[in-house]
């Protein structure tokens, strides 16, 4: 086996990055011109001049009249002004050949270029046309109109020699249509930052390829290819690479040979099976400036440089990578690319739930955000949990809390700064938080899909879910709670501030592989015996406040605490996790719904639970709440239901 080592010389955020920094040239990369339709999200790399007046010549607004305004003063419907009407009509994009003097006018459309002499527009609908008898026209104005009305003159939008965007600007779909008014098809740009982006890992397949036990799909590639196109740079996906150190030389020496910036995803730490750090280590101008840095997620990162160029090899874990790309390459992609560090906007909430934290590393704390009925306009931030190997957390989440390295406690309702993802904080328009099932997702699914409505799912077990219910953050919190001394679900533990939606009947049990002979003629009376008489027999568990973990105490009350079984401290947040653990052979029995069983497995039935919605009383009128209840009541939602093995209330 590899041996492994400590990563003694773990250093401060602050100071990795100044390293880092010192080491590396932050300067632009150089402009180029591209075309305009080429140029969108583009920086610009120098101030744009316009070469011209917007609009070029003075125009008419409306369809109308050229008139000089004076003749015009004292019209109105009752005393009409006769004005002569000139034989000439002035379309748009001509130039006319007529002047207007005083008492007469022309015809002018809308966009049309207004005459020498004239110096106001009488829109159509305040005139009228009187034919004469020698074929002469006059015009009857019937309302007056001020010296420049009605007109657009040369230069009042843009005029010539004003600077209409400036150097570091990324230029939007207002910013190219501005450009193409005034006639500038290509735009000095700065240059993309080319960044090369390596997979490493025997471990570590394509997307294309087919799963197989112990492999993982590579998401890192794919997450930081798009983070670098969204920061203005180009992604150079140089492939996966497994553990094979000269290949990976190759690779690094080509990555660093065709592109300014190179990321390595794994192979970070120290052990001798690393490849990554070895060959990194090899570099030596100046090398690696900082390996280990005081941050969770992303403790391993190792920042390096080879002549003046960022090398970095991220976690391979996904949360942990693009943490660590977020905190220290993209504000170096921004500034080759000849942008700013765009400032990330926070917003201050209640912490939902009491979070230890580790002294001595500066954590980041990804949560959810939900609206906290206690306050005005206030928030209430949930951990997402589910640790640096995650790869939804980061999607999912809202925003992050810093927790300082001397910090080791965050108390439940304390106030927190959250640093936002995206933007733009878009509060759901439902927010559910509770028990997993397969019905409430195919519910959520009906809901967007038929009314557009966007969804916040946060699982934290029934019992997390009546308590966000109590407190006002969430829409609906889906139960299944047992009241062991009336024997009923779910009613006994409403209070007056809440109602409850009767939803479906569903169906618990102990699931095992079919073909474990073990499990052949058991029954649940006798299965704590069978427990006794196989204690390496492997369960996998469920979340501490969920109903499921409810039931399986219960299931093993005569067990419990005296002979924990095995496998008890592992956890799983939803009912596919428990069947994928069982079939895959990761644990040989759990408890989870009948509907996400598969054909492999069986199913030893141990109660009909029932499966409700506790709604806050006043949030039953939300239109998002009361959408989803009415989904309830069609027809062929029912049958869908019933088609995914729920008995309908």
Known sequence: MAKQYQFLDVIDRDRAESL??????????????????????????????????????????????????????????????????????????????????????????????LPRGADAIVMIEHTEVEESDDGS????????????F??????????????????????????????????????????????????????VISPNDTMKPALVYDSNARILADAVRELGGEPVELGIVKD????????????????????????????????????????????????????????????????????????????????TFHEFLAPVIQALAGGTRESQQSQTAKLAVRVNSEVGRTEYLLVGLVPDNSQSDGLAAYPMGKGSGSVTTFSRAD???????????????????????????????????????????????????????????????????????RRGECDIAGVHLLDEKTGEYNTPFLDESLTLAKVYRRRQGIVFRKADSRFTDLSVDSFTSFLREHPDCLMVNRNPGSGTRVLIDQLLQDLLPDQIPAGYAVQSKNHHAVRAAVEQGRADWGVAIESVLTDSLGFLPIT????????????????AVAALLELMKDSTVREQLAALGFEVS
């Open 150 to 203: 009605g007109i657009t003159y040369a230069g009042t939008d843009i005029s010539e020699n004003e600077v209409l965007l400036r150097r570091g600007d990324r230029l939007t779909s207002r910013d190219t249509g501005v450009l193409a008014a005034v006639g500038i098809n290509r735009v000095s740009v700065w240059k993309r930052p080319r960044v090369a982006i390596i997979s490493t890992g025997d471990e």
């Open 399 to 469: 925003g992050f809390i810093t927790i300082n390295r001397h910090q080791e406690l965050l108390d439940a309702d304390q106030a927190v700064d959250v640093t936002l993802l995206g933007k733009q904080l878009k509060i759901a328009d439902l927010i559910v938080i509770g028990s997993h099932c397969v019905g409430l997702d195919f519910l959520i699914g009906e809901l967007q899909a038929r009314h557009g409505y966007r969804c916040k799912l946060i699982n934290v077990g029934s019992t997390g879910g009546l308590e966000a219910a």
């Open 20 to 113: 880092f920094h010192a080491a590396i040239d932050l300067a632009p990369l150089g402009a180029e011109l591209v075309p305009l339709e080429e140029s969108l999200h583009r920086i610009i790399a120098e101030d744009t001049i316009s070469p011209v007046n917007v609009p070029s010549f003075d125009r008419s607004n409306y369809d109308g009249f050229a008139v000089v305004a004076r003749d015009t003063i004292g019209a109105d419907e009752e005393h009409p002004v006769r004005i002569n009407l000139l034989s000439q009509e002035i379309p748009a994009g001509c130039v006319p050949e007529t002047q207007i003097s005083s008492q007469s006018a022309a015809s002018i459309a809308t966009g049309g270029m």
């Open 137 to 148: 026209r006059n015009l009857l104005v019937r309302r007056s109109s001020a010296t420049g």
């Open 244 to 323: 094979d150190i000269q290949q990976l030389r190759d690779y690094l020496k080509r990555g660093i040979a065709d592109c300014d910036v190179v990321l390595l995803s794994g192979g970070t730490s120290k052990g001798a099976g690393d490849l990554s750090y070895q060959v990194v280590q090899e570099l030596n101008d100046p090398g690696i400036v900082a390996h280990g840095v005081a941050l969770k997620p992303g403790k391993p990162i190792c920042l390096a440089a080879t002549d003046r160029k960022p090398v970095v090899i991220l976690p391979g874990f996904p949360t942990s990578a693009i943490f």
């Open 608 to 623: 009909d639970e029932e499966y409700d919605f506790v709604i806050p009383k006043n949030r039953i009128e939300r239109p």
